[in-house]
């Protein structure tokens, strides 16, 4: 649609010049970003008008006004200059794209001439202003075979691909990247279904790009220079030639940052579904004020390293080589404290090597951004000394620290110490560098040194000792006479000012003079804006180097922030088992340090001969955090990392499932319930003999009957598939299930009632062989503060119903009863069991 349609205008008159010279440029914007706003400069603002105005008004809570000549008014919402950085942010935070029109000539009489010097959207940003210090992924999705997702960050130039069987996985890869913007081929977006059910998963900004396969592959061999023989699928093809085109689009041609495509195998590390991300807290907490894994690992030094960091804990490794190689060089670094001091010292005066590179490679470098990447690439002669005598993986990451002294060299030498924040600000070069520049220099310094003795020869030849040598923007230089001294005013003074006690004078030198500065300071400017653009542009050339040691520089700083850690809280390096996991005094890294000394650790043992343990306990006893602890430390094995505990022997897990904690999804119009069957029923799909599991509650949203029954074929299933299970529940029944599955243990977290009968309750938070007595609801009721009225009725109404429910519980367990697996021995010892709990001995849980 022509935007003069959306202007809104009254009146039929023709549109006034600068209006229709911002329809033409929001046509062509509109063009190739449909949504788009288009920020136009007027002076000191930037204005929007009609339908955008107050599409703009309504997002930013601004005035709206109005635009108005003799024939025509349309409203119009503006910014001021100054205020663009925050206002484009507000509007990137909003899923909005922004273009922005700027005036690239200086104010005249007719109508100015303007430019689209940004295009900026949630997914493509590259100044820093604009993007936090994690990942900025823009992501492409197409099917074909399956799905294929590619992922690029522009303002690193990573840039992955990877190809799923199912739509699940898709979703369990795309939850993990935290993409801003979304690229969906037509097949996704055109299904009602599919997008209806995307947007609920995912709400993030979603744009329109080409995914045919001829445009997918001119922008690849424009990219690239060739389409990768990795890309085997149409759909990874498309995908990958949608992201890059939509790419160049909003960095207006420049994608030099992108070297290459690399496909990642989903196979190639342990899967780690969305769900489990978020119960195991690795990236964000589940209560405002808690804290995560990434906190207490985030010991990192570069911004290149926290990112390094969060894509190891996306990606745990399944390789056992690559986790020795990993763990040696974490141990290295734990046995030699002062190098490990020396390398995060120099971290310390490190800049973001990774975005510097990008910016580089794309010729976008402002001044103290090329000065920056100088300081750091400083340090890596420093870095390869200190990593001299290693060997294995730090000794790879030395050899990748390639120091380009040539580069650095170049740089100091052209750059002064402390450039300006723009290239157009002046004194970047510095002096004998370039001797073309130095001339130019040297002419204005001559001449402006001739205006700085002006004063005190004019003095000496007129007599008039009060006179000044002034200058303003409106007159230039100026000779100033007070008024008791005009008589003395020599023939070649022309008068420019008259003030209310003195005159104000130029002569046809000083204006000479003045104009020959101005020349030469524009002269040497644009020389200097073009030493400056032959230098970045030569940088440009070493960018793949300068990226091989961005990220070498990345990972030294991940080995050496999980070495902190290890050795400031006494983690040790685990053994990878052959399928046992083993481990002594664990602790949950999270908790621990929010406890500090306080701190229960426990033990947790799976095996191939035991392979399930089934935990019983009272709610806030400790359940929740012995099944996590188990999961975190089998995650921090597989990216290298030590644990918390005192002995660790773990295997290597092809995945991590969890279903802790309960959630409604309301806006989808799921029940807490439905949640957590969806997420079961992923759970049983996809565990293997090679999974751990880790299960709290299962069946809580349902009829107690129903909930019982689901959560014991739920863990049979799991014990026939041999997946190392730590399944949580109150379900008592469940119990009983230890003789009839083998490798299946109960285990409790111990808790007492207080003597005397007060109605307190003690957690110990040590977790023990055997089933819990009773879940002590009533008694945590209590503790959580229900009026005493309250607890005192239901603890009435729990005699009670317990007497009167022998019968129903035994129902209940009959119910659930596999008759075809049942012993003669096994049916005496329950018929036992039973005739005790009916004639009132002493029960067991049930």
């Known amino acids: 649609m022509r935007a003069q349609n959306v202007l809104k205008?009254?009146?039929?008159?023709?549109?006034p010049p600068m209006l229709e010279q911002y329809v033409r440029m929001r046509d062509e914007v509109a063009a190739q970003l449909p949504h788009a706003l288009l920020l136009f400069q007027v002076g000191d603002f930037y204005e929007t008008f009609g339908e955008d105005a107050e599409r703009t008004a309504r997002l930013l809570g601004l005035a709206l006004t109005h635009k108005s000549s003799r024939d025509f008014s349309t409203p119009m919402a503006g910014i001021p200059l100054r205020a663009l950085d925050s206002h484009?942010?507000?509007?990137?935070?909003?899923?909005?794209?922004?273009?922005?029109?700027?005036?690239?000539?200086?104010?005249?009489?007719?109508?100015?001439?303007?430019?689209?010097?940004?295009?900026?959207?949630?997914?493509?940003?590259?100044?820093?202003?604009?993007?936090?210090?994690?990942?900025?992924?823009?992501?492409?999705?197409?099917?074909?075979?399956?799905?294929?997702?590619?992922?690029?960050?522009?303002?690193?130039?990573?840039?992955r691909c990877a190809a799923f069987h199912t739509r699940l996985a898709l979703y369990d890869e795309l939850g993990r990247c935290r993409a801003r913007e979304v690229l969906l081929a037509p097949e996704l977006s055109g299904n009602a279904a599919l997008l209806a059910d995307f947007q609920a998963r995912f709400p993030v900004m979603l744009s329109p790009a080409s995914f045919e396969e001829a445009d997918a592959h001119e922008a690849l061999r424009v990219t690239l220079g060739e389409v990768p023989a990795s890309?085997?699928?149409?759909?990874?093809?498309?995908?990958?030639?949608?992201?890059?085109?939509?790419?160049?689009?909003?960095?207006?041609?420049?994608?030099?940052?992108?070297?290459?495509?690399?496909?990642?195998?989903?196979?190639?590390?342990?899967?780690?579904?969305?769900?489990?991300?978020?119960?195991?807290?690795?990236?964000?907490?589940?209560?405002?004020?808690?804290?995560?894994?990434?906190?207490?690992?985030?010991?990192?030094?570069?911004?290149?390293?926290?990112r390094r960091l969060r894509a190891w804990l996306r990606a745990p490794l399944l390789d056992e080589l690559s986790i020795r190689a990993r763990l040696d060089a974490v141990e290295a670094f734990t046995r030699a404290p002062d190098?490990?001091?020396?390398?995060?010292?120099?971290?310390?005066?490190?800049?973001?090597?990774?975005?510097?590179s990008a910016r580089v490679s794309t010729r976008r470098a402002a001044p103290r951004e090329v000065a920056a990447l100088a300081r750091t690439l400083d340090l890596l002669p420093e870095a390869t000394d200190l990593l001299g005598a290693q060997g294995g993986l730090l000794g790879g990451v030395r050899d990748r620290l390639s120091a380009l002294p040539d580069v650095v060299t170049r740089i100091r030498a052209a750059l002064v110490d402390e450039p300006p924040i723009r290239v157009g600000d002046g004194g970047l070069i510095r002096?004998?560098?370039?001797?073309?520049?130095?001339?130019?220099?040297?002419?204005?310094?001559?001449?402006?040194?001739?205006?700085?003795?002006?004063?005190?020869?004019?003095?000496?030849?007129?007599?008039?000792?009060?006179?000044?040598?002034?200058?303003?923007?409106?007159f230039g230089y100026y000779l100033e006479v007070t008024g008791a001294h005009l008589g003395k005013v020599p023939a070649d003074y022309r008068q420019v000012a008259t003030l209310k006690d003195r005159a104000r004078f130029t002569r046809p030198d000083l204006r000479d003079r003045e104009r020959e500065i101005a020349r030469l300071e524009a002269a040497a400017s644009r020389l200097e804006q073009e030493v400056f653009t032959e230098l970045r542009d030569s940088l440009a050339a070493h960018a793949e180097a300068l990226a091989d040691a961005a990220g070498a520089l990345s990972e030294l700083d991940v080995l050496a922030a999980l070495a902190d850690v290890a050795a400031e809280h006494g983690w040790i390096r685990p053994v990878t088992s052959d399928g046992a996991m083993r481990l002594v005094q664990a602790r949950h890294p999270v908790v621990e340090r929010s406890l500090g000394g306080r701190f229960v650790p426990n033990d947790v043992h799976l095996d191939p001969a035991r392979r399930a343990v089934l935990l019983t306990g009272p709610n806030m006893a400790g359940k929740s955090t012995y099944l996590r602890t188990a999961a975190l430390c089998a995650l921090l094995h597989q990216i290298g990392s030590f644990v918390p505990a005192d002995h660790a022997e773990l295997p290597v897990y092809d995945a991590v499932h969890t279903r802790i904690g309960a959630s409604d999804d309301l806006a989808g119009g799921r029940s807490t319930f439905m949640v957590e069957m969806s997420e079961l029923a992923?759970?049983?799909?996809?565990?293997?003999?090679?999974?751990?599991?880790?299960?709290?509650?299962?069946?809580?949203?349902?009829?107690?009957?129903?909930?019982?029954?689901?959560?014991?074929?739920?863990?049979?299933?799991?014990?026939?598939?041999?997946?190392?299970?730590?399944?949580?529940?109150?379900?008592?029944?469940?119990?009983?299930?230890?003789?009839?599955?083998?490798?299946?243990?109960?285990?409790?977290?111990?808790?007492?009632?207080?003597?005397?009968?007060?109605?307190?309750?003690?957690?110990?938070?040590?977790?023990?062989?055997?089933?819990a007595r009773q879940s002590y609801g009533v008694e945590v009721a209590r503790l959580a503060g229900l009026p005493a009225g309250v607890t005192t009725r239901a603890a009435r109404l729990l005699t009670a119903l317990g007497a009167q429910g022998a019968d129903t519980r035994l129902t209940r367990e009959l119910a659930t009863l596999d008759l075809a697996r049942l012993t003669p021995m096994q049916a005496l010892d329950l018929l036992h069991r039973w005739q005790r709990e009916v004639t009132g001995a002493q029960s067991t849980p049930g």
């Open 9 to 15: 205008g009254t009146g039929s008159g023709a549109l």
């Open 339 to 356: 190098l490990r001091g020396a390398v995060r010292s120099l971290l310390y005066r490190a800049h973001d090597l990774e975005r510097l």
């Open 682 to 771: 992923a759970i049983l799909h996809g565990a293997t003999h090679a999974s751990l599991v880790i299960l709290d509650e299962i069946g809580r949203g349902t009829s107690t009957l129903d909930g019982l029954a689901i959560a014991q074929a739920a863990l049979e299933h799991l014990h026939a598939a041999g997946a190392h299970t730590l399944f949580a529940t109150h379900y008592f029944e469940l119990t009983r299930l230890e003789s009839d599955l083998p490798g299946l243990v109960n285990l409790h977290v111990a808790a007492e009632e207080d003597a005397a009968g007060s109605g307190g309750l003690t957690f110990y938070h040590q977790v023990v062989p055997g089933a």
């Open 88 to 159: 484009v942010e507000r509007l990137l935070g909003c899923g909005v794209c922004v273009a922005v029109a700027d005036q690239v000539e200086e104010p005249g009489s007719g109508l100015m001439d303007r430019r689209v010097t940004q295009l900026l959207t949630p997914g493509t940003v590259t100044e820093e202003r604009h993007l936090g210090a994690d990942e900025n992924y823009l992501a492409a999705v197409a099917t074909g075979d399956g799905y294929a997702l590619a992922l690029l960050d522009v303002s690193t130039g990573e840039f």
């Open 431 to 474: 002096d004998g560098f370039h001797a073309e520049l130095d001339e130019l220099r040297a002419a204005a310094i001559g001449h402006r040194a001739w205006l700085a003795d002006l004063e005190v020869t004019e003095r000496q030849r007129t007599g008039i000792g009060s006179l000044k040598v002034g200058y303003n923007s409106v």
């Open 231 to 306: 890309l085997s699928s149409g759909a990874l093809r498309r995908a990958c030639g949608a992201v890059l085109g939509y790419a160049r689009v909003t960095q207006q041609g420049r994608l030099d940052m992108v070297r290459r495509v690399v496909r990642f195998e989903p196979g190639a590390h342990m899967r780690l579904p969305d769900a489990a991300v978020r119960a195991l807290e690795l990236f964000q907490a589940q209560s405002p004020q808690g804290r995560t894994l990434t906190d207490v690992l985030g010991q990192t030094r570069t911004a290149g390293g926290r």
